[in-house]
């Protein structure tokens, strides 16, 4: 009978001391993750465990945790950009009105962010 670990394509190594240990590697990919990536692997960490441990097994976890961010930012972006147009918030306020535009912002962003987690983390 496979283990979990066999039945995932992963191999054994017998070492000297008679004991059979997994054949583990590091992942490939460089981890470029943020604020949203770090968020993410908290939340696996404490609600998904499952969902964790598989991604660990596979070496899947820093090339999940790098999509996360990069996709986070992105959705930030387009939010904010989107949430600007249909408000007006544009240069001329900032030009007439610094503290306003700096408001409206900080609540765009903030917004914009809230979507964002709730969608993604």
């Keep these: 009978m496979k283990s979990l670990f066999e039945e995932l394509g992963r191999t054994y190594t017998l070492g000297a001391d008679g004991m059979y240990y997994p054949n583990l590697s590091l992942p490939e990919e460089e981890p470029h993750y943020g604020k949203y990536g770090r968020m993410r692997l908290h939340y696996l ?41 249909r408000q007006g918030i544009n240069e001329g306020l900032k030009a007439r009105d610094q503290m306003a535009w700096v408001g409206a912002m900080n609540n765009i962003r903030n917004a914009a962010e809230e979507i964002a987690l709730s969608e993604l983390i």
């Design 45 to 85: 960490k404490e609600h998904r465990k499952v969902l964790y441990n598989t991604l660990v097994l596979e070496g899947k976890l820093v090339a999940h945790l790098n999509e996360i961010d990069d996709t986070a930012h992105r959705r930030m972006e387009r939010l904010i950009r989107q949430m600007q147009e």
